[in-house]
Each structure stands twice: as structure tokens, then as C-alpha cells.
């Protein structure tokens, strides 16, 4: 089977093709760029040295496939999605143009009407591990955004035990991968190293994607992030308040029911030790999400953190997850790495 | 006039040596450490090289004079107050010990009754610019822990202004200066480095000052840490719940109107550039609290990004900011490093 | 195929068992611990968690195995070796204990004659690249240290070719996870970030390896370290004075000829672009050592720019190349990883 | 009296600015900068937030003052060389423009003939500890690079003492400001952080001056320079290979005669302790160089550490420092700052 990375010269498709690269049934064949057409894909991602003599080609090159993975900046695979579905019988976009399910929601988050809202319904949204049913058969397949990612991770289990939650805070670090590969003063090295910087305080759009995903009231989602001086890595802490007598013994119970059978969710939470909770240092280049968690007894709060690789299980692992998921593969295929430490 | 440091060879110590060494009204005579008795402060304090020839001497040695600071570890400070009082009449203590005004309040945040309880009202607690003026007559001043300068700063003038406030969450991003000098495995730099540890998710002590300083109900506050990897710095993001139908405009004549006159608060709030909200790098060794904020216009919550040096205005700064307001001196004495960019 | 690590506790230990538990063709049976007898290596090794059940053993609990990983501190394979051959044929040593061929050179540069200066001809020194034929036969192999790696990869081809080297300026660049898990002050992460420490100046060890290497006179090698604010890697300038004409394509020639088998040899060396010369940040977890060089038009100097990873080519990496090499498998087996960008 | 800079938004124009606001005897009141004039320098400089109301000026706009600093980039101030004397009779050159006393040496360094070579001889160029006479007079400064002040520094005692040199090689380790304020991919963050980046193996530009002011042979002098992830700092390892017969207790001798009367070199070689050699994380925002040595007992090399901030001792401060020998000031005014630890 053949892949086929359409927008390769990012990040993310530098990870995509990394994992493809690597994949034990799957090759990677495709993968384009307009500005760096006819040039080396190492050129772009200089730690595929060695690996690989695939060079970018034209979006207009693209001949037909089994796969496309669609990794362009925001509101170029709706565009063109057409064309896109005439290559390809399975695409999956790591874009946000189809993560949302409805319309209105799009429009409040996008500040502008979606171009194709009759495909909204048509693609699986998600995380691997909620909508792994739902993935089996999809043919269009969209990603969730990272933040996202380890929002989802860490409310599914509450959600699903039924827990009447008031709302949330979600407060989220994050590394300046996450603003993609475009320098500009605020990323030059001078400015940036050293500093902790507040970049979205209210009206982050991943914050829709956990409205969506558990139909909650947007009220009922309060999403901050900020910035550290780290390439990879998502930390979020997520504040809950609700209506609960739960102690921590039953948050237990209630995460290893949600996620006995997930090979990337694993729960951190020790008494004692220097690993006590979940940390993204531990997760790079890996497509684990950890989640730990605690019960404020001052105010009933339940917090629980949670931390990925905001490339890999928020994006590029994701995907190939989703990938293994639809052809029916192992999950885990390509995706072994265990991460480093230190 | 000459001043003591009981406590100093730790981080606080250092610079409350650096800031003295260099204060134009006041000189520091005396800086006590168990373990260095005898040896030059250089040792512990390497910045100071060439401005000093002061030796540590040992607690004991101490002799009277006009004002002591107490930068000891928690618990040794109300363990011998009757001892320092003797030894000056003004004393700064910059530990945890008379934070409180309450001895339940201490006793539910640090497990154990306060050994001195009535003691702690004749200590004025505070972060300057909210208690300068119980400051200026005080003996006996009890200095803000950092977290609790950052979060009461960013909430002072909402109070002042009397926002009827339902509860607030502050999601604090510390450097790793905070734990202070005591070496760990957690804190060696192949683990500490490139983590985004969260050490302190529900029953953090500074959130006690918070309650106490507001009169809050100790449900209503509810406060996360986590450290990261930069060595100093202080940024919280206060998410604020309350019943209000402020605008932007709005809080920026709170803010004003609460901190016109004092020299150490900037807002910060820029709609473009590099700098549009408070970032710690650039306050490093400075006595700034630069304050921003933003309204969520979906759930009406207010977010305060709080930001400040942990050692300097969360500590030894703000600690001679207060001798200076108890001194009669220009209330910036000694204080006006402006930091460094970039 | 069985193996076990003696030592098992540290850094270089946990890349091992990283590496080991993924080998496909080996397993990881038995790690040793003293201080953490009885417990799961999870514990010292977070990376692993979910990867592995495996619980640390005392060494004098280890049973007779196939190939015997030595990753213990300076001083203590020798002390014990007559032990560990009898537990297993085939032992590969990472540490220095039997690193050089002469016992007089180990008492100039370790300060006390060798323990066991009989066995250090039993032992096949080296860097793969440079001793594959010797290791073939080897059942006692002494893994070389990260910075002499880096300067013997760097150097070999020149010497090969016959390069009439007058004298060697070596100016390592290395990371902090060179100086082990043991915590000290001056490995606290606030005295330890930032830092751009000079560590030893002169007499560094690994220099010694290089010397014998390749019969060097002492006086020809200069070898000077500095540690950074990195947790892995090792950037070796090699400043070479040496009577020749060289150009820069004849190095070209010269560096392929002597590696162009060499799966984890990359020269780079780019006329424009951002990744013009090897840089270990694309190394990370990689058994690669990259290589650029440059001609000093002005003094003739030969610059040789060499890059690693000092836990994995520069240690457990190299180790389980070597065993690759000694039991016939592909060289690779177990080393794919190509590290991360960004 | 008066200053102006000229080329004011850039990192050095940024630490002049500071300087100058708060220096007891001299006013800064112009500043240019063409692409942000009219904006206030606080844009460019967020560090002076509160501590100015001043804005940037169009170059032509400049009126005659007492002293001008030029902060431009290469060339520039060459080429406007003779407005810039009629706007102010003392001048402080902080570009490479005027560094070098020949202009054949200029032409093999920089490439293309020096445009007023006539003046080459008028600027008195230098490190301040080492021409200090003849700044007291001088009209025309031209401040030292700060890798060449670096090397300058560590060097100047040794020369003074007559000893015999037979080449050496600087091996600098550098933070990412030296590059100044323009982005491009290679300073963005992701990519940026974490680098080891060698970017000048040969044929660095400062090393002419070390050339020049020691009227070395070219060939004498092998420089390299590595770029950290670090913002400010020089770190240069100077291996000396001369005939000499000196002991470390002479170096001491030699050191201390030389710079007994410099408030801002300091010599930093501890035998036990965490701070034994000099490092630049203590010199950050600082004047001073610190000096530490070693001599190699086996291959004789002498090695000579010294570390400096390069926008300071490297730039800004040392033109503060030239300004006030020049004015007769006391050389420390404005310059007292003692940086920070931790």
C-alpha cells in the first residue's frame, strides 16, 4: 500500500514522513511542496539524512494512491477537497478544516461561514481512542488538533463514568512547534528562548473540539494557553468543577475502565519518586498521551493533567494511529518508539 | 543605618546581599549561615565577586542592629522571633511563618497549629502596593510568598473595585529557583531540564495568603502549580468566574485607577508586536509585577496574566521595597534595575 | 539470545535496556541494581513504562547468560572481571576500565596502575567503524568513550590516508548527561541552566583513548571539554595542524572512501541552507556520528566538525552496534531511530 | 551633556539606550532608527517600559549632540562617516568599521577594500584595559568586537609579559544575540533550540583584530566560533602553544600585574567549588570579563578561559566604559550592575 503527504514541508509533514518512512506496510511515495518542488525532502527535514531519496513534487503532480494524508495550514483541504477525494479513497486530514461537526460552531471559532459544510458530517473527527469504532470504516478521517488532543484524553473517562460537570478550565503549555515552521520576530531565538509567553489567553479554536466532542455548552469551556521555551511537548492542566463525591481510588477505577485496552494512554500518578505525574519531556517523538490526576478536598476541584507530543499524538502519530485503525492493522505499527530519558 | 541577613546562604539570601551591597541608604553589616560560617559569601553567592568581603558568621554571632531580614527555610523564623526581636526592632521576614493572619487557616495549609498564633496580627503581611500604608509604621513586616504577590496583585483592583467574584483559578508557571538551593534528583539538570513538571496540583500554601488577603471561603480559590524549566520567573494566569458585565475599557481604568502611583506595576496589553501580554523573561532581576488581561466574551470568565521575578518581587526585592516604605526612602531605592532585552 | 547489564541503573544503563527490550533479536533478561534491588526499573527508567515488568536484581544474584553489558562506574569491571566472564562468554564493557592497551599510558591519565594490566590485550578497544573486523572474533569488547568517539571518527580517515599530523587541538562541546545520574550542587538545575561551563580544561581522559588510537605522541593531542546547557550530545571541533595540500575535495574523497559502509556515518557539509554542518540536536537518540570539515585558507588548518549523541553512538548505541558486529547480525538491528526534528 | 545612538533598534542600540537612561552624567535625547521612526523605542526595546517616553528619530533628523554612538550594521558607518562628524565631535563606532589599522588586512577579512582607509589610523580601536591612554584623548573610538575583546583580554598578559608565542587557537562558544535582531530559519525557535551550531570554522572576522592588536602573523591565529542555545554569552577556550617554561603560580603573577587596577576583568580559577573557572551565565547584563587558566603539564599548551556578555563587555558597556574614560569619568559609572545568581 502507498502513501501520499499532501503539504510536506511542515512539521507535522516532516513527522508524517518520519513514521512512514519507517512503517512496516505501508510506503510512503508522494509528498509535496510548492515552494521546494524538485528538491530533497532532507532538505526540509534534515533528520530523514540517509533515509530517504524522495524529493517534493507539485500538488498538481499528485497521481492517485491508497492514502492521503493532508497536512497544509487552515482552509486548504476544504478548498480543494474535491480533487483530493479523486486521488485517494482514504484521506485523513491533520488540518482543522473538517474537526468540527456543525456549522454554527465552525463559524464562531473560524470567524467566517465554512466552505463545505456539507462535509462536516461526512468525516470521523477524532481521537484515536474515543472514535475507534467510528474510524474502522471511515474513509475520511480528521485528526484532532493537539490541545485537543489532551483535553479529550483527559475528560473522556469523567464523561463516559457520567459525571455532571459545571465546567471547565483548561490551561494549557505548550512548545513553539506548535506555531508551525513560519519565523517571524516573536520566534527569533533571542526573543523567544527564556520566555513564558501568554499567546492565547481566551478563544482558542481547539477549544471547540472539546465543545463538540462532549456537547457541552461553550460556556462551559474556559481554554488558556501559553507558550514555553520547549519545541514539543502539551502539558495541559485541566480543572473541573462539578457535582461529585468521588475520591481518588474511584478515578482509578474510572481511567483503567476507559483505557485498559489502549496501548498509548497510560496513567502516571506515583506517591513519591521524581516522575509523579504526567511530563511531555518524557514523551518526545512518542505517541503517548499520560494522564495523572487529583481530588482538591478545599474545593472538590478534580484536576487532571495530561501531556503528549503535540507532533505525534497530537498530530503525525495521530494520524498514523487513525491510519492503523482504518486498514485494520495493529495500532501500535510504527509508532514503538518509547520516547528518551533523560 | 545598617542592616543583618539571618538565613544567607540561599537563593534569597543572595540577592537580598546583592540589593543591600548596593543600596545607596543602608549597609549590610552581618549574613548569618550555619554551614559557611567563616567563609566569604562569594562562595555561596558568585555574583558578588569583587563587590564584598563579608564573611558568613554564624547565627549566634549576631549582634544587635537597626533592621533584620529572616530568609530562613519554614519554621525556624517563629521558632526564635523573641531572639531576633531582641536583635532588631524592624525585622522582614521573607519565610512562610506570619503569612497568615489566622492560626486555622495556617494550621489547614501547613498541618500543624502556628507556635507563636498571636504573633500573626502583629505581623503586617503583605505585598507592598496593597499595604503600604500599614507598612510605613509596621516593626514587623511579613513578606508575601511569590505566587501569592502575582495573584494578589492581578486581583487587587478588581476587589478594590468590588467585582462580586464566585471563584477564581490560578494556573501558576514557576521557574525552578522556587524549590530554592537544596540539590535533589528531581532537580538535577539531566531530569530537570526540558520538563514541564506539574509539582503541585491542588493544596498549594501560597493559595492560603490568597484567601486570607481577599477574605475569600477557601472553596472559592483554587490554585495549580507547575515548574518549569527556566530558573526564575512567575507567570499566573487568573481565571476570574464572577458576576460582571465589565469591557476591556473597563478594566483598564480599574487597573489604572488601583496602581497610577506605583512605580513597580505596568500594564501590559499590546493588540500587536512580539510583547502583547506580561512575560517574565524580561523581568528578570527586576521589582516589576507587569499586569494584562483579557475578557472571554463566551463564558464572561476575565483572565489576569500576572508576571514577575519570584526572587526579586516575590522575594528579596519586594523585601526591600517594604524596608523602604518602612524607612521613609524613596520607595524605589536600590530597585531601579530595569532588566535585560533580549 | 539472552543479555543482561551489570550496572543497570544509571543513564547509560537505561539506553541498554531501551535499546535491548526493542532488539529483535535479543532479549533483556537480567539488570542489576544495588541500591535498587527489588524494584521495577520503571523506577529509574520512565521512559520504559509500559514497555517492560522487568525488576532490578543484586549482582550477586546474576545467573550465566549469553552477552554481558559492563555499564558500571569507573573502576569497578576491572575490579570484578574475573566474575563476570565466568557469567557469560561475550562481554561488552562501556566502561573506561579497559579502554587502553598500555598500562602506562591508564597510569598517566587514571593516576594508579591498572588492576589488571594483563587483560588490557585481551580486549578489543574501539569505535565500530574503526575496529569491525576485530570485533567480529571478540568475546571481550571495551566500548570507547563518547568525546574519543567523536574525535577517532573524526580522525581516522585522515590518518588513513596518511595524513603527517603534527599536533591536534580537540574542543569538545558536550552535554550534561556525560557527568551521570549523581546529583550535586552544581548540577542543580538553577546553577546548572544557562550555564557554559569549562569542566576540564586539560588532562580529560577520553584523550588518552585517542593517543593510543592512533600512536600518538602525548604531546600531540589537546584536548579541552566544556559543558552546556544540553542534556545529551557531544560536538567535537577538531583543529588539526598538519603538513599537507590538501583541498576541500580531496576530504570528500578521503572521508567517503573510509566510510562509505557505514550505515551511521553521514558526512554534511552544505553550501547553504540551515544545517550546514553536523549538529548532535538531529542526534538525539540515534547511534549516528556526523561529520563536516573545513580548510583554514589562512593557517591550513583542518577543521573536522563530529557530532553524537554521547549516550547512544557515545555509549549503549555503540555498545549494541558492537554486539551487532560480534554475533553476525545486520550492524543496525535495533538502532532505526532517526531522531527528531524539530 | 549629551548622547545619541544612531542605529538604535537593534540589540546593541538596545543596551546603549538602557545605559545611557540611567547614567548620572550624561542624557540620551536621539536615537534613530529608519524603519520604526516616530515609534516610542519601547516597541523595539520592551525592556524600558516606564522607563521612557523617547522615540525613534529618522537618521537625517539628528542634531548636533556631544557624543554619537554609531550602532549600525556593517558599513554603514564608513560610508556616512563624515556627517556623523560634523553631528558630534566625540565618536564611539560600536560596528567592525574602523576596528583594523590596515587596510590590507581589512581586504583579506572582509573581502572588498576598506572605502575610507585614510581613517583607519584616526579611530583608536580597542579593548578598554588595554588602550586605555590612548582613549583619554581620543575623538574616534572604535569599540572591539566581543569575541576579538574576549580574546584580546585573555591574551594582553601574557603578551605583556613577553612570552613567546608560536600559534594559537580560540574556540568560542557563543550565545544566538551575536547574530542581532534579523530572523530567518535558521533562528527560529524550533529550530534554533537545543542546536549546537558550528557557523564559522574558519575565517571569522574577529579574528583579524586579535591579529592586528598583537600584530600576530594571520597564520598564528586559528579561530572558531560555535553558536549555544543560549542568548548572551562568550565563552572562548584560547589554547596557547608558545616555549615557555611557566607554572600556574606565575600565571597568577602575570594576570593580577596586568589587570590590578581593572574593575572589570576578574580572575576566577577556584580549586574546589562549583564556579572554578568563569562562566557567562553570571556575566549576563554585566561589564565584566572573567579570566581563568590552566596549563596543560603534558602538552605544555597554556589555556586561558575567558567569558563575557557579548551585548556588554562585548558592546554596550564597553562603549559606556570607553565613553567614560574618555569624558574622565570614573570608568564603572552607569556600569555598577553585578548580574545575577542563580
Same mark, same amino acid.
Given at each position: 500500500?502507498?502513501?501520499?503527504?499532501?503539504?510536506?514541508?511542515?512539521?507535522?509533514?516532516?513527522?508524517?514522513?518520519?513514521?512512514?518512512?519507517?512503517?512496516? $506496510?505501508?510506503? &510512503?511515495?508522494?509528498?509535496?511542496?510548492?515552494?521546494?518542488?524538485? $528538491? +530533497?525532502?532532507? *532538505?526540509?527535514?534534515?533528520?530523514?539524512?540517509?533515509? %530517504?531519496?524522495?524529493?517534493?513534487?507539485?500538488?498538481?503532480?499528485?497521481?492517485?494512491?491508497?492514502?492521503?494524508?493532508?497536512?497544509?495550514?487552515?482552509? &486548504?483541504?476544504?478548498?480543494?477537497?474535491? %480533487? +483530493?477525494?479523486?486521488?485517494?479513497? $482514504?484521506?485523513?486530514?491533520?488540518? =482543522?478544516?473538517?474537526?468540527?461537526?456543525?456549522?454554527?460552531?465552525?463559524?464562531?471559532?473560524?470567524?467566517?461561514?465554512?466552505?463545505?459544510?456539507?462535509?462536516?458530517? !461526512?468525516?470521523? +473527527?477524532?481521537?484515536?481512542?474515543?472514535?475507534?469504532?467510528?474510524?474502522?470504516?471511515? #474513509?475520511? /478521517?480528521?485528526?484532532?488538533?493537539?490541545?485537543?488532543?489532551?483535553?479529550?484524553?483527559?475528560?473522556?473517562?469523567?464523561?463516559?463514568?457520567?459525571?455532571?460537570?459545571?465546567? /471547565?478550565?483548561? #490551561?494549557?503549555?505548550?512548545?513553539?512547534?506548535?506555531?508551525?515552521?513560519?519565523? *517571524?520576530?516573536?520566534?527569533?531565538?533571542?526573543?523567544?528562548?527564556?520566555?513564558?509567553?501568554?499567546?492565547?489567553? %481566551?478563544?482558542?479554536?481547539?477549544?471547540?473540539?472539546?465543545?463538540?466532542?462532549?456537547?457541552?455548552?461553550?460556556?462551559?469551556?474556559?481554554?488558556?494557553?501559553?507558550?514555553? #521555551?520547549?519545541?514539543?511537548?502539551?502539558? =495541559?492542566?485541566?480543572?473541573?468543577?462539578?457535582?461529585? #463525591?468521588? !475520591?481518588?481510588?474511584?478515578?482509578?477505577?474510572? +481511567?483503567?475502565?476507559?483505557?485498559?485496552?489502549?496501548?498509548?494512554?497510560?496513567?502516571? $500518578?506515583?506517591?513519591?519518586?521524581?516522575?509523579?505525574?504526567?511530563?511531555?519531556?518524557?514523551?518526545?517523538?512518542?505517541?503517548?498521551?499520560?494522564?495523572?490526576?487529583?481530588?482538591?478536598?478545599?474545593?472538590?476541584?478534580?484536576? /487532571?493533567?495530561?501531556?503528549?507530543? *503535540?507532533?505525534?499524538?497530537?498530530?503525525?502519530?495521530?494520524?498514523?494511529?487513525?491510519? *492503523? /485503525?482504518?486498514?485494520?492493522?495493529?495500532? %501500535?505499527?510504527? &509508532?514503538?518508539?518509547?520516547?528518551?530519558?533523560?
Amino acid at each position: 500500500m502507498k502513501a501520499a503527504i499532501i503539504g510536506g514541508s511542515g512539521y507535522t509533514g516532516g513527522e508524517l514522513a518520519r513514521l512512514l518512512l519507517d512503517h512496516p $506496510k505501508i510506503g &510512503l511515495t508522494q509528498i509535496t511542496s510548492r515552494s521546494l518542488t524538485g $528538491k +530533497y525532502i532532507v *532538505n526540509a527535514h534534515p533528520h530523514l539524512r540517509g533515509k %530517504t531519496k524522495l524529493k517534493f513534487i507539485h500538488p498538481q503532480q499528485v497521481e492517485p494512491t491508497d492514502i492521503l494524508f493532508l497536512a497544509m495550514p487552515h482552509g &486548504l483541504s476544504s478548498k480543494n477537497i474535491e %480533487t +483530493y477525494r479523486e486521488l485517494g479513497s $482514504k484521506i485523513i486530514d491533520l488540518s =482543522a478544516d473538517f474537526r468540527l461537526s456543525r456549522g454554527d460552531l465552525y463559524e464562531q471559532f473560524y470567524g467566517e461561514p465554512h466552505p463545505h459544510e456539507e462535509l462536516l458530517q !461526512e468525516f470521523v +473527527y477524532g481521537v484515536v481512542e474515543v472514535q475507534k469504532d467510528e474510524m474502522r470504516d471511515a #474513509d475520511l /478521517i480528521s485528526s484532532a488538533g493537539c490541545n485537543a488532543t489532551a483535553s479529550i484524553l483527559g475528560l473522556h473517562p469523567l464523561i463516559e463514568a457520567g459525571l455532571d460537570i459545571d465546567h /471547565i478550565v483548561v #490551561d494549557a503549555k505548550v512548545g513553539t512547534s506548535e506555531g508551525g515552521k513560519d519565523e *517571524n520576530l516573536g520566534t527569533h531565538h533571542p526573543e523567544r528562548s527564556g520566555s513564558i509567553r501568554s499567546y492565547q489567553p %481566551t478563544g482558542h479554536r481547539h477549544s471547540a473540539e472539546v465543545i463538540d466532542q462532549f456537547g457541552f455548552d461553550p460556556g462551559q469551556v474556559s481554554f488558556s494557553a501559553t507558550a514555553l #521555551d520547549q519545541i514539543r511537548g502539551v502539558l =495541559a492542566t485541566i480543572h473541573i468543577f462539578a457535582d461529585h #463525591d468521588l !475520591e481518588e481510588k474511584d478515578l482509578w477505577k474510572i +481511567y483503567r475502565k476507559s483505557y485498559h485496552d489502549d496501548p498509548f494512554i497510560r496513567i502516571v $500518578k506515583e506517591r513519591t519518586g521524581h516522575f509523579r505525574y504526567p511530563d511531555p519531556k518524557l514523551l518526545r517523538g512518542t505517541n503517548y498521551c499520560d494522564l495523572g490526576f487529583e481530588i482538591d478536598p478545599i474545593t472538590n476541584r478534580i484536576v /487532571i493533567i495530561s501531556a503528549l507530543d *503535540n507532533l505525534m499524538k497530537g498530530a503525525a502519530g495521530q494520524a498514523i494511529q487513525a491510519m *492503523n /485503525i482504518q486498514q485494520g492493522f495493529d495500532e %501500535t505499527l510504527g &509508532l514503538e518508539f518509547s520516547g528518551l530519558h533523560p
